[in-house]
């Protein structure tokens, strides 16, 4: 069975900087794609950055130039680099993993860790 485990969310103050992580666990897959994601209650999840198997990656334009994401292909763990936070940053933030796994994709979701920033 393939699974996500995230950290890294918590408290930090505007401006302030976080890291959040996300491992893949299991056997007999590969990774395909990695992204996060964020959800703010009453409102709909949306993308925030996602990175290729060939590196490629994307933001969302509100966070374009303060996240980066970046994965470790030997540690099958996906990154989000937080800086310059902002109060608008706050939500439940969701790592989105696709895997080839017993002869098919599958996407999978982390359990999800809040990132509060506070004034």
């Known amino acids: 069975q393939v699974q996500l485990v995230e950290s890294g969310g918590g408290l930090v103050q505007t401006g302030g900087s976080l890291r959040l992580s996300c491992a893949t666990s299991g056997s007999g897959f590969s990774i395909n794609r990695m992204a996060w994601y964020r959800q703010v209650s009453g409102k709909e999840r949306e993308l925030v950055a996602g990175?290729?198997?060939?590196?490629?990656?994307n933001y969302a334009d509100s966070v374009k130039g303060r996240f980066t994401i970046s994965r470790d292909n030997a540690k099958n763990t996906v990154y989000l680099q937080m800086n310059s936070l902002k109060l608008e940053d706050t939500a439940v933030y969701y790592c989105?993993?696709?895997?080839?796994?017993?002869?098919?994709?599958?996407?999978?979701w982390g359990q999800g860790t809040l990132v509060t920033v506070s004034s």
């Open positions: 990175v290729t198997s060939g590196g490629n990656t």
């Open positions: 989105n993993v696709v895997v080839y796994y017993q002869y098919a994709y599958r996407e999978l």
